[in-house]
């Protein structure tokens, strides 16, 4: 049996990490850790889009003044790490694909999932 080594990550560090609105893996700058070094707030060094984490898991995006979100659009087909500006719930992340027309968005602190790729 193998054990998973945890990473001791520190503030001020670079770390390689998929970056939302770039849509793809990108160096990120760390900004905060938490008391067992694990990653909590970090910014991509390409776009300047902030991420934060809790217990290594990825719970709200912000972007860049620079870059906007699209509007969603369920006709849209959407990719996991795109990040969307829904009418009601703001902001999000599509963090997984769920049967053929359907995906997982984190919005803030939730996850909701929501339609694409209708015609």
Do not use: W
Request: aromatic share 6%.
């Amino acid at each position: 049996m193998v054990k998973a080594v945890k990473v001791a990550y520190e503030a001020g560090a670079m770390v390689k990490l998929n970056c939302s609105a770039c849509d793809g893996e990108q160096d990120h700058l760390i900004r905060t850790v938490s008391k067992q070094k694990q990653v909590t707030k970090a910014d991509c060094v390409v776009c300047e889009t902030s991420n934060s984490f809790r217990n290594g898991v990825k719970t709200s995006v912000t972007v860049s003044k620079s870059k906007s979100a699209a509007p969603y659009d369920r006709t849209r087909k959407y990719r996991r790490g795109q990040v969307m500006l829904h009418s009601v719930f703001g902001l999000g992340e599509v963090t997984s694909l769920v049967e053929p027309r359907k995906i997982d968005v984190l919005f803030g602190d939730q996850t909701r999932r929501l339609i694409h790729e209708q015609v």
